[in-house]
Structure formats: structure tokens, C-alpha cells
């Protein structure tokens, strides 16, 4: 149980597109979900929280008209990335919560994103 | 302000040796505690929590973490390392306003 979904897994785009990440809890309704951003060999950086039928609540120094998260179902959330620059290249990972067991979160896979 | 300091960002152990993975955490108030394993280019996979109870809490492939409250302590341990532990291995912890807070991480490299 408690299985999180991202898609797609890896995506390479050219400077100045936009790409959307979707994020899913396949087997349980996720109250809240987390948008996180990790450099390589870094720890991760909690970008932003989301919580269904609300606006996301941005960590300071996150551009929310950049990071742009809609949370419009218990179980689907999307990251997107606007006029990506090759800054924003890195690896995003969404995590997901019910808590139900001591706010503990469950992670999707990761999105390499790669800006040209 | 919570923190978390994971001492040690690389610890390298050979195949069957004690793994201890060092956590410290700063809080206010008495939080929830996890370790999450990273494997390369995946999301990250949780060993073990602690959130009441017992102090010793054993989780998935061997590992267990003991909560020392005097300490402020939460390391993780492993009797006999196998070379799949090979991982990034972070700490967290929630002081009980859902977010967590992590450390930097600790890579672990197991040797033949």
C-alpha cells in the first residue's frame, strides 16, 4: 500500500518551455502533498505543501508564479515548471500524506528535469 | 528551531561490518522521528519512524533506530552490512506540524 506515482520520470526541454509533473497516490487519498527539489548530492528542499482544494503554501525563496502546483483531487497533484531555464534543471520529488500514521510521507520516484 | 545533523556525510563500512548511521535533532517539542533510504536517481523509501512508544524501533532490511530522548539522539544501525545497503540514508524529523525537516544525508558505501 501506499504507493505514489510521478510522471514522467525523466523529461528534457528547451529553454523557455513549460512541463508539468504530475504526482499520484495510486492506493489512498493524500490529504496533503509535498513538492520537493534535491541537487545532486544535496538533501532535498521542501519547494512547497499542498493540500486538495487549496492554493499551495511556498517555502521562502520558491517563485510560486514559476513553480506553479494545482492539488484538485485526494489523489493528483502537478508541478509546473514555467519558462524553465537551465537553472531549474534538477530532480523534483513529490511526496504524499494521509496522516494516518504519524505524518509520515510517502515518495514518488523522482522527475529528472533537464533544461537545455 | 527544529534542526537536524547527520554527523558524517560519507561513512563507509565493509560487507558484514556494525553500520551506525549518526542523527541528532533539535526541537521544541517531542517530534516524530524517521530514516529514509535514497537509492540512485529514486525517490526515497522509508526504513523506520518513531512517533510513541517504544524507544527501539526496528524497521525493513535489518535496520532499527532507538529514540534517547536526553540525547537528542536517533542513529541508525545495522549489525551486518550487505552490499545492497549501499544508499543515501537521510534523517527527519516533524515536530507535529507536518512538514519535515532533513538532514543532509549520509552516503553509505559498503566494501567487499
Known amino acids: 500500500g501506499a504507493v505514489v506515482s510521478q510522471h514522467p520520470s525523466w523529461v528534457i526541454c528547451k529553454s523557455g518551455t513549460s512541463v508539468k509533473i504530475e504526482c499520484r497516490s495510486l492506493?489512498?487519498?493524500?490529504?496533503?502533498m509535498f513538492w520537493y527539489r534535491q541537487f545532486p548530492k544535496q538533501s532535498l528542499m521542501l519547494m512547497a505543501t499542498?493540500?486538495?482544494?487549496?492554493?499551495?503554501?511556498?517555502e521562502q525563496g520558491v517563485e510560486k508564479d514559476k513553480f506553479l502546483i494545482n492539488h484538485a483531487s485526494l489523489t493528483l497533484s502537478t508541478l509546473t515548471v514555467t519558462s524553465a531555464h537551465p537553472e531549474d534543471s534538477s530532480f523534483y520529488i513529490c511526496?504524499?500524506?494521509?496522516?494516518?500514521?504519524?505524518?509520515?510521507?510517502?515518495f514518488g520516484p523522482g522527475t529528472r528535469l533537464t533544461v537545455l | 528551531a527544529q534542526s537536524v545533523t547527520q554527523l558524517g556525510s560519507h561513512v563507509s563500512v565493509s560487507e558484514g561490518a556494525l553500520v551506525l548511521l549518526r542523527c541528532n535533532y533539535s526541537?521544541?517539542?517531542?517530534?516524530?522521528l524517521f530514516w529514509y533510504v535514497q537509492y540512485p536517481n529514486q525517490g526515497l523509501q522509508l526504513l523506520l519512524k518513531?512517533?510513541?512508544?517504544a524507544t527501539l524501533v526496528k524497521g525493513i532490511n535489518g535496520f532499527e533506530a532507538e529514540f534517547k530522548k536526553s540525547e537528542t539522539s536517533f542513529h541508525l544501525t545495522k549489525p551486518s552490512a550487505h552490499m545492497s545497503d549501499a544508499a543515501e540514508y537521510f534523517c527527519?524529523?516533524?515536530?507535529?506540524?507536518?512538514?519535515?525537516?532533513w538532514g543532509l544525508g549520509t552516503s553509505l558505501a559498503v566494501n567487499p
Open positions: 492506493d489512498f487519498q493524500a490529504t496533503t
Open positions: 511526496s504524499a500524506s494521509d496522516y494516518s500514521g504519524g505524518n509520515e510521507q510517502f
Open positions: 518513531y512517533t510513541t512508544g
Open positions: 526541537s521544541s517539542v517531542p517530534p516524530y
Open positions: 527527519a524529523v516533524s515536530p507535529n506540524n507536518r512538514k519535515l525537516i
Open positions: 499542498s493540500n486538495e482544494g487549496s492554493k499551495a503554501t511556498y
